[in-house]
C-alpha cells in the first residue's frame, strides 16, 4: 500500500498563476515531510520542509501541513516555466530510517 | 552546496550480467542511500548506509548488494541483473539532524537490461 498519496498526478497552470498540489499519507507516525522537485533528467532536490502544523514559507512557495488529517500541500504563486517539473511529497517517521515518496505530481508552467 | 556524483550516467548491461553503479559524495555526511524510480512507482529504497562498513536493506533490497568502503564511496551491486532491474537509480547522501535530515541526490544512472 503507498502510505503517501499525490494529487492530481499531472497540473497545468498558466505562467504566473498559482499551482497546488497535495499530499496525503496513511500512517499517523509521519512526523516530517519535505516536498522534493525533479526536473527532466537530474535529480530530486529539496524544495521544502515543514514539520510543524500551520503555513511556512519560502518566497513564492508555501506549504501548509496538518497532521490531524495527515495532509500536506504546497503551493507555488506566480508560476515561472522554469518550475515545470516533477514535485515528489516525501515523509518519515521518528527514529525510522526510511523515507517515503509519494509518486509524484507533473507541473506544466504554460507561458 | 552538496555534491553527490554518480558514475556512469548511462548502462546497458546484458540479463546475468554483474553491474557496479558508482556513488562519491563530498558533503561528509555520513547517511547515504540508494533508490530506484520507475513510472508509477516513485522512488523506493533499495539499501541504504550509516557510515563507512555499515549496510542496511531498505524496502526492495532482493537481487541487490551494496558496499560503503569509505565515508565518501557508496556502490549498488547487481550480481546477476534481469530486466526486470532495469531503472533510474538514484543515491542520496542526508545531512543527519536527527530525524530532520534533507537528502542530497545525485544527478542518477539509467541502467537498462537486455
Known amino acids: 500500500q503507498q502510505k503517501v498519496q499525490q494529487s492530481p498526478e499531472s497540473l497545468s497552470v498558466p505562467e504566473g498563476g498559482m499551482a497546488s498540489l497535495n499530499c496525503t499519507s496513511s500512517?499517523?507516525?509521519?512526523?516530517y515531510f519535505w516536498w522534493y522537485r525533479q526536473h527532466s533528467g537530474e535529480g530530486p532536490k529539496a524544495l521544502m520542509?515543514?514539520?510543524?502544523?500551520g503555513d511556512k514559507k519560502e518566497g513564492r512557495f508555501t506549504a501548509h501541513l496538518n497532521k490531524a488529517s495527515l495532509h500536506v500541500s504546497l503551493h507555488i504563486r506566480d508560476s515561472q516555466p522554469s518550475d515545470s517539473a516533477l514535485y515528489f511529497c516525501?515523509?518519515?517517521?521518528?527514529?525510522?530510517?526510511?523515507?517515503?515518496f509519494g509518486k509524484g505530481t507533473s507541473l506544466t508552467v504554460i507561458p | 552546496e552538496a555534491a553527490v556524483t554518480q558514475s556512469p550516467r548511462n548502462k546497458v548491461a546484458v540479463t546475468g550480467g554483474k553491474v557496479t553503479l558508482s556513488c562519491n559524495q563530498t558533503?561528509?555526511?555520513?547517511?547515504m542511500y540508494w533508490y530506484r524510480q520507475d513510472t508509477g512507482h516513485g522512488l523506493r529504497l533499495i539499501h541504504y548506509?550509516?557510515?563507512?562498513?555499515?549496510?542496511e536493506k531498505g524496502d526492495i533490497p532482493d537481487g541487490y548488494k551494496a558496499s560503503r568502503p569509505s565515508q565518501e564511496n557508496f556502490s549498488l551491486i547487481l550480481e546477476l541483473a534481469t530486466p526486470s532491474q532495469t531503472s533510474v537509480y538514484f543515491c542520496?547522501?542526508?545531512?543527519?539532524?536527527?530525524?530532520?535530515?534533507?537528502?542530497?541526490f545525485g544527478s542518477g544512472t539509467r541502467l537498462t537490461v537486455l
Open positions: 542520496a547522501s542526508g545531512d543527519a539532524q536527527g530525524s530532520a535530515e534533507t537528502l542530497y
Open positions: 500512517d499517523r507516525n509521519f512526523q
Open positions: 520542509s515543514i514539520f510543524s502544523d
Open positions: 516525501a515523509a518519515r517517521n521518528t527514529g525510522y530510517q526510511n523515507f517515503y
Open positions: 558533503n561528509n555526511h555520513n547517511n
Open positions: 548506509s550509516y557510515g563507512a562498513g555499515s549496510t
